[in-house]
């Protein structure tokens, strides 16, 4: 069995008479035994060429490739190509012909390939190194064509560059791409179907098929951005087996629309926190499933940014879900979440059902110092709680009224309303929905099903929109049997 790199290198260095005098990165090593120079090829027998001329040119021109010797040569098809020493500010390679490279290493300055192509990346996936890594921006202005089973490393050496596709990503053969530290950008439609493993890097979709049919998996501090306005996507987003928190960030200022199951494997200790650009709309549209072979899922922590996040779908987790900032619109149905948490700082609204429960499966407790609005941003809805809700001092309902009698939001528990604490205030806010108006008179909504504790009425306080005029509209809650009534007085 061949020795793999480090303990060849530790084994050579113990062997008596034997030095090592020069390690080519990720290609050769070079040893003197006995006297004799020796080179021993580490990951791979395929041929290095380097880029042998300053200014642009064509792959396959006679003459722009040396050997490691420094001879002249032509491409060899299958050969590792590395562009070093360039002097040009930018260098532009025309890849006019099918050309097959086993890797491109970009070794100084800016470069782009362009061209008809396609370039084919044939890397095995068991070899060692990286089947394309550069340490300034890299245009592929040419069509990529991967192959060699499982994932081609893709690496970027500094977080402020980055690769850019503009002619989209086949395959020969079914392989995917793990890419770490910088930004790739996808501008063009993809269809490889191995998927995108993300290692502490950026992900730009700039095309709705830019990342292929695959998954992206999706490992800690990593972004997603998008470009170009609203994105649709088709690929499952997920994670690696989790045992603790990792961080999805979402950046565009946009809306973005996962059509695919979102799947996060490990423990229901384990939290997936997901930081949303503000201005930027995330969409799961078929929610968060059941992992094959799984019966706990992570929870879900919104944090970080003061974005929007819509559930819908399948809501399959059974950890915490914790909402520290920004919006979470829920329009899904849960029935095992271990505990709920609502955050100075967090709003939760939508039409669906938050389904807790405790370790001993009882009811559990959505514990609320942020702002509760039921429905869509500006609408009208129902939110369901299969548990109990306690506010704290300083949260807020933001209550909407629609233009016909009895229209407007409420919330549903199949539990207790409480309040928590000996002192403080929480707002009820009465708002019109979507420019709403009620003809004169005594309204009466019903705004929470569900037993009320008595102190809840005590430390409420009721506010009017600032949209209404304040010496037509007043309002009063009060508990009754079945829940907590309010009574707007319209003149």
């Not at 709920?340 to 039409?351: N, P, T, W």
Request: with cysteine; hydrophobic share 40%; net charge negative.
């Amino acid at each position: 069995m061949p020795l793999e790199e480090p303990y060849l290198l530790e084994y050579l260095r113990m062997m008596p008479h034997l030095k090592v005098l020069s390690q080519l990165p990720s290609f050769s090593l070079s040893v003197a035994l006995s006297g004799f120079l020796f080179s021993i090829p580490i990951l791979h027998a395929e041929p290095i060429l380097k880029w042998a001329v300053q200014g642009d040119a064509a792959w396959n021109e006679a003459g722009v490739w040396k050997t490691e010797s420094g001879e002249e040569s032509s491409w060899t098809p299958g050969a590792s190509a590395i562009f070093s020493d360039l002097k040009a500010p930018e260098l532009l390679v025309d890849v006019s012909v099918p050309t097959t490279a086993t890797s491109l290493w970009v070794q100084k300055n800016p470069l782009t390939l362009a061209g008809a192509g396609p370039l084919v990346l044939k890397f095995d996936s068991n070899q060692k190194g990286h089947a394309v890594r550069s340490v300034d921006n890299l245009i592929l202005d040419v069509p990529i064509q991967i192959d060699g089973g499982g994932f081609q490393s893709w690496l970027i050496d500094s977080k402020k560059f980055q690769i850019t596709v503009n002619k989209g990503i086949s395959e020969i053969t079914p392989t995917g791409i793990s890419f770490a530290f910088g930004n790739l950008v996808l501008n063009s439609p993809s269809t490889f179907t191995g998927g995108i493993s993300l290692n502490s890097a950026i992900l730009t979709i700039a095309n709705d098929s830019g990342a292929g049919l695959g998954p992206i998996t999706w490992r800690d501090k990593s972004i997603l951005a998008t470009q170009g306005g609203e994105r649709v996507i088709r690929n499952s987003l997920v994670t690696p087996y989790l045992n603790n928190e990792i961080l999805w960030t979402f950046q565009g200022g946009s809306r973005l629309t996962v059509d695919a199951p979102i799947l996060l494997h490990g423990t229901d200790k384990a939290v997936v926190g997901m930081s949303i650009e503000e201005g930027m709309t995330v969409v799961f549209k078929q929610g968060i499933c059941l992992p094959e072979n799984r019966s706990a899922v992570p929870g879900l922590k919104l944090s970080g940014g003061n974005g929007t996040l819509v559930l819908q779908g399948e809501m399959a987790s059974t950890g915490p879900l914790i909402i520290e900032s920004g919006r979470l619109e829920w329009n899904t149905s849960s029935e095992g979440l271990k505990s709920a948490v609502l955050g100075e700082k967090g709003i939760l609204s939508g039409s669906g059902t938050i389904g807790l429960a405790d370790v001993n499966g009882d009811s559990g407790t959505l514990e609320a110092a942020g702002t509760i609005s039921p429905g869509q941003d500006q609408g009208v809805g129902k939110l369901s709680v299969t548990g109990n809700l306690q506010v704290g001092p300083g949260f807020r309902y933001r209550w909407n009224f629609g233009s016909r009698p009895k229209e407007g939001d409420s919330i549903e528990l199949v539990g207790s309303f409480s309040f928590k604490g000996d002192s403080g205030s929480w707002a009820f806010l009465v708002s019109p929905a979507n420019g709403a108006t009620l003809p004169p008179g005594v309204h009466k909504f019903q705004v929470v099903s569900g037993s009320v504790d008595k102190g809840v009425t005590d430390r409420a306080v009721v506010e009017i929109d600032p949209a209404l005029p304040k010496d037509r509209y007043s309002a009063v809650l009060a508990t009754e049997p079945g829940g907590l009534f309010l009574s707007l007085t319209v003149k």
